[in-house]
T-cell receptor, first 114, second 111 residues
Framework: NAGVTQTPKFQVLKTGQSMTLQCAQD?????MSWYRQDPGMGLRLIHY???????DQGEVPNGYNVSRSTTEDFPLRLLSAAPSQTSVYFC?????????????FGPGTRLTVL | EDQVTQSPEALRLQEGESSSLNCSYT??????LFWYRQDPGKGPEFLFT???AGEEKEKERLKATLTKKESFLHITAPKPEDSATYLC????????????FGAGTQVVVTP
């Protein structure tokens, strides 16, 4: 049982480039989410999904796209990278969206945009 | 707007020196308050969930408590391996899993 996995661990992009951050979970969780973590600001929600085919925006969605074609995977796409998107990105999952149980986080992807 | 504030920002303790971290929140109708531990370069690791005022949870040297306005994470007789950043997050009613995080408290325990 690997839990929540993320790839890559590190990535450097140039302004304007696009890329996809991968996230997968093997716990059969319906709910998955993406957060970014910046110094002194805490984690902020980018997008979330309550099940395959259903996604919605979080607090800071601009510049990011998501889709959820399977229960296991929830990729995050940066359409045209900007220096302001330099951050550490965490994917998380939990059993269902309408519950108040804990979320499990992946190890993170550290992204630098030059 | 819902807010979560953690204090202090950083805490330096001697091994064995007990202390408390604070998490204050303005969410009305709180449905869950979560404590996570985060080591450098790692993702947050779940510690506790508290659901209602008066609730307490314990795990080894850590004890979390909850009132209507704030939560405390008490560290009793800490060891160097308790060094980490401790994050607090709240979930409001009908929020579909959306967590509002505080900025965290960085704890360093020296031998």
């Amino acid at each position: 049982n690997a839990g929540v996995t993320q790839t890559p661990k590190f990535q450097v992009l140039k302004t304007g480039q696009s890329m996809t951050l991968q996230c997968a979970q093997d716990m059969n969780h319906e709910y998955m989410s993406w957060y970014r973590q910046d110094p002194g600001m805490g984690l902020r929600l980018i997008h979330y999904s309550v099940g395959a085919g259903i996604t919605d925006q979080g607090e800071v969605p601009n510049g990011y796209n998501v889709s959820r074609s399977t229960t296991e995977d929830f990729p995050l796409r940066l359409l045209s990278a900007a220096p302001s998107q330099t951050s550490v990105y965490f994917c998380a999952s939990k059993q269902t969206g309408d519950s108040y149980n804990e979320q499990f986080f992946g190890p993170g992807t550290r992204l630098t945009v030059l | 707007e819902d807010q979560v504030t953690q204090s202090p920002e950083a805490l330096r303790l001697q091994e064995g020196e007990s202390s408390s971290l604070n998490c204050s929140y303005t969410v009305s109708g709180l449905r869950g308050l979560f404590w996570y531990r985060q080591d450098p370069g790692k993702g947050p690791e779940f510690l506790f969930t508290l659901y209602s005022a008066g609730e307490e949870k314990e795990k080894e040297r850590l004890k979390a408590t909850l009132t209507k306005k704030e939560s405390f994470l008490h560290i009793t007789a800490p060891k160097p391996e308790d060094s980490a950043t401790y994050l607090c997050a709240v979930q409001a009613p009908d929020s579909w899993g959306k967590l509002q995080f505080g900025a965290g408290t960085q704890v360093v325990v020296t031998p």
